[in-house]
Nanobody, 116 residues
Framework: QVQLVESGGGLVQPGGSLRLSCAASRTIFSANTMGWYRQAPGKQRELVAAISSGRRTNYADSVKGRFTISRDNAKNTVYLQMNSLKPDDTAVYYC??????????WGQGTQVTVSS
């Protein structure tokens, strides 16, 4: 069964921090590269960060030095620690394989709003 459940979003002031979690089904998570994506209103979904099964990481230039992706293989969970948040980080955040799962399935996402 394919399943992705994102959580941890919320409203935060500029400069604040949030930690997102994504619980994935074993089918999606196991031995696969996982990614965090985001989609802001009126914009296309974009990759924010990715982590391989061997924990090699990649980040979009816009979040380098502020965001950290990690994974717990025992829990089939991937995390995104977001620090020094900016209003431009406001978006719905999703996790999925990288590249995205060929089934086209996406979870419900978690809303992150950065505003004073």
């Amino acid at each position: 069964q394919v399943q992705l459940v994102e959580s941890g979003g919320g409203l935060v002031q500029p400069g604040g921090s949030l930690r997102l979690s994504c619980a994935a089904s074993r089918t999606i998570f196991s031995a696969n590269t996982m990614g965090w994506y985001r989609q802001a209103p009126g914009k296309q979904r974009e990759l924010v960060a990715a982590i391989s099964s061997g924990r090699r990481t990649n980040y979009a230039d816009s979040v380098k030095g502020r965001f950290t992706i990690s994974r717990d293989n025992a829990k089939n969970t991937v995390y995104l620690q977001m620090n020094s948040l900016k209003p431009d980080d406001t978006a719905v955040y999703y996790c999925n394989n990288y590249p995205p799962n060929i089934s086209g399935y996406w979870g419900q996402g978690t809303q992150v709003t950065v505003s004073s």
